[in-house]
């Protein structure tokens, strides 16, 4: 069966520290990967989508960045945090040609100081 | 990609239904309805999914009109539990790439 992990689950920064969050499917091949952000309560912003490796797609521009140095993994990164980057992020995946449902991971919880 | 609109909460009491409807007057030919519910803290969780006229699962019922401009996610005989935030999604099948998630309607479900 599929399975998608992410970490850490919690995690307090300080503003203009460095940010990496990973993601890990498993049990799947060649994905689509997303991440979202969802900030104070609902409405999950999508930030970055990829469709392959070395594949990633942009929805919103910010100090934030996305790669996916392999079939399975996705990291969201920053150089710089910013007060705003606090939220709880979410990664998710989809089959390749995509049948109509999403799977996330659990979540990590950024606060940024 | 089609624009939706939900109320954006709703109270009920358990062992009713609650029927949510979404409204999404620019749905494409190829678009998929699907629904999704979340948890505080938790991802969403897909419910189900359909193309028009009725669909129904071990967890809800969604209904589409001819039009398909709007469809209405029903709960039979909602508990506590299903208090949570639930997104309707139209997407076109097949495709990959980016999925554009509402606001949703808070369902808040009292004793």
């Known amino acids: 069966s599929q399975t998608i992990h992410q970490w850490p689950a919690t995690l307090v920064q300080p503003v203009g520290s460095p940010l990496s969050l990973e993601c890990t499917v498993e049990?799947?091949?060649?994905?689509?990967l997303y991440w979202y952000r969802q900030a104070a309560g609902r409405g999950l912003q999508l930030l970055f989508y990829?469709?392959?490796?070395?594949?990633i797609s942009s929805e919103v521009p910010q100090n934030l960045s996305a790669s996916r140095p392999q079939d399975r993994q996705f990291i969201l990164s920053s150089k710089k945090l910013l007060l705003s980057d606090s939220g709880f992020y979410l990664c998710a995946w989809s089959v390749q040609m995509y049948t109509g449902e999403l799977f996330f991971g659990e979540g990590s919880r950024l606060t940024v100081l | 990609l089609a624009k939706t609109t939900q109320p954006i909460s709703m109270d009920s009491y358990e062992g009713q239904e609650v029927n949510i409807t979404c409204s999404h007057n620019n749905i494409a030919t190829n678009d998929y309805i699907t629904w999704y519910q979340q948890f505080p803290s938790q991802g969403p969780r897909f419910i189900i999914q359909?193309?028009?006229t009725k669909v129904t699962n071990e967890v809800a019922s969604l209904f589409i009109p001819a039009d398909r401009k709007s469809s209405t996610l029903s709960l039979p005989r909602v508990s506590l539990s299903d208090t949570a935030v639930y997104y309707c999604l139209p997407k076109e099948y097949n495709q990959g790439g980016k999925l554009i998630f509402g606001q949703g309607t808070e369902l808040s479900v009292k004793p």
């Open positions: 990829s469709v392959g490796i070395g594949q």
């Open positions: 359909g193309y028009k």
């Open positions: 049990g799947t091949s060649n994905p689509n």
